[in-house]
Structure formats: C-alpha cells, structure tokens
C-alpha cells in the first residue's frame, strides 16, 4: 500500500522537474536569440544589400570622397598647442617659484601645513575642554548651594512641625482643663 502511493507520488515529480526543465531550456534559447538575434539580423541583412550572401562581388562602382583636408590644432587655436611646462608661470614670479620647488619641499610645506592646522585645530580644542570643565564647576558649585539650602529648608520644616505638635498638644491640654471645670465651648 505505502510503496503504491510513494509510486504515484514520485511519478508526479519527475513529470514537474521534467517540465521544469524544459521551461528553462526554451527561456535559454529565447534569451540568447533576444541578445545575439538583433545583431545576426543586421548583418544577414547588410550582406543580402551589398550582394555577399552568395560569395559575388558588389557591381557598386567604388566611392570618390572629395573631402577638405582635416583642420590643424595650430589653425584652430594657436595657443593651445604649446602646453610644455617649462613655461608655465614664466610670467608670474610666485607661480614660477612654486613650479620650481622640489617634490621633497612641497610635502615638507603640506606637512607643515598640516601641523600648523593639527595645533590651532587642539588649540581651539583645549579652549572648549577649559570652557566646559569652567561651566562644569560653576553648576556644581550650584548644585552644591541648591542642596545646602533644600537640606536647610527640609531642617527647618521638620522643626516647625515638632513646634505645630507640641503646641496642639498644649492647645488640646488646656482645651481639656477648660472642660473639666465648666468650659462650653464656642
């Protein structure tokens, strides 16, 4: 019973990946004629127009082309086409002393630079440090004086209901006594 339905079940699958397969072969061919197609038609078709299909030669007599001559870098812009080094800022003395500095002093003048900005750059740095442990200090010193005064507050308010108790305690004593020898009260 259990290997007549793994049968059909294992049947169905080979159908699927047979199909499957055959999917992807046809998408295969269909994808490499979209890519390859365009280019063998244009060139069956340019061949089939000038007469090679077949191996004949054209009977197209041969072109004459009466062209002008190409147009010179020199007729066009005669300054361009000296672009040597040498005289480049030959006519500004600070340009033409910069071009003639060495690769070795140009790093040394960037790593100066470098330095310089590196230091003004911990200067302003240390600056704000000192400015914020500044601010840092003045709020402690606040917090410090904010706490004395709760914890003075906090004292005085713990005496002031000692007081409030002990004189409702004297109140209701006398209150008492005032009773007992015939007070009525308000």
């Known amino acids: 019973m259990m290997n007549s339905v793994s049968a059909a079940g294992g049947g169905g699958g080979r159908r699927s990946s047979g199909w499957i397969r055959c999917c992807l072969v046809v998408f295969a061919i269909v994808s490499a004629l979209c890519v390859c197609g365009p280019a063998l038609y244009w060139k069956i078709n340019k061949g089939v127009r ?67 900005v590196s230091k003004d750059h911990l200067e302003h740095m240390n600056a704000t440090n000192l400015d914020a442990w500044r601010l840092a200090s003045h709020y402690q010193r606040e917090a410090e004086k904010c706490n004395a005064a709760t914890e003075a507050c906090e004292e005085a308010r713990q005496r002031a209901e000692a007081l409030l108790r002990n004189e409702m305690r004297a109140s209701l004593l006398w209150e008492q006594r005032a009773r007992q020898f015939g007070w009525q009260g308000e």
Do not use: F, R, W, Y
């Not at 009466?66 to 086409?81: K, R, T, W």
């Not at 040597?84 to 910069?98: F, R, W």
């Open 50 to 116: 000038m007469g090679h299909v077949d191996g004949s030669v054209s009977n197209c007599p041969p072109c004459v082309c009466d062209c002008a001559p190409p147009i010179s870098l020199l007729n066009i812009a005669p300054g361009l086409v000296n672009l040597s080094i040498q005289d480049c800022g030959k006519n500004d003395p600070n340009l033409h002393q910069e071009m003639q500095k060495q690769t070795v002093d140009l790093l040394t003048e960037e790593l100066q630079l470098q330095e310089t």
